[in-house]
């Protein structure tokens, strides 16, 4: 009857020292190459269609960049716009446009331009799976932060069906 007693307390302290260690290990969605190369070319094809010379950078949900298109005739300096917008929505989850209009309306949020790597112009948009963010996309060269917004919108919607 105690070996039974010792056996079943050992057995019970191993499951309670696995469920521990369990709590510990995170599983996180994040974008793949492929889907961050196809969102990155959708976006750059529907601002050229448009007449815009964009770069468009995606990065995973860390903000560590996974693709980058620069339309022909892109300025050099979309390429770090485009980057720091993409970088900037995925670490707050949010689009950079709607950031910066906060910004604006909140003293108290004017403050997240001092945020080192955050662009507070519109052109960041987050890659959704569900309600958790996997990635964003960053556009820079359309002739307004709506517009690098619309473009971000239009690239991710062309893949949504791939966002499972």
Do not use: W
Not at 119 to 134: C, S, W, Y
């Amino acid at each position: 009857m105690q070996n039974r007693l010792v056996t079943i307390a050992a057995l019970t302290l191993s499951l309670i020292a696995t469920a521990a260690s369990a709590e510990g290990v995170r599983t996180e969605k994040n974008i793949s190459l492929d889907l961050a190369t196809q969102i990155a070319a959708q976006t750059v094809a529907t601002c050229s269609a448009n007449g815009y010379n964009v770069t468009a950078t995606v990065v995973d949900r860390a903000g560590t960049v996974r693709a980058v298109h620069r339309a022909d005739n892109a300025g050099p300096h979309t390429l770090e716009a485009s980057r720091l917008k993409a970088y900037t929505s995925a670490s707050a989850k949010n689009t950079t446009l709607a950031m910066m209009e906060g910004a604006q309306k909140n003293p108290a949020a004017a403050n997240l331009v001092n945020i080192p790597g955050y662009l507070l112009l519109g052109g960041g948009v987050p890659v959704k799976l569900g309600n958790e963010v996997i990635g964003a996309v960053g556009v820079g060269g359309a002739p307004g932060g709506h517009l690098d917004e619309q473009c971000a919108v239009a690239g991710i919607a062309k893949v949504q069906d791939q966002i499972k």
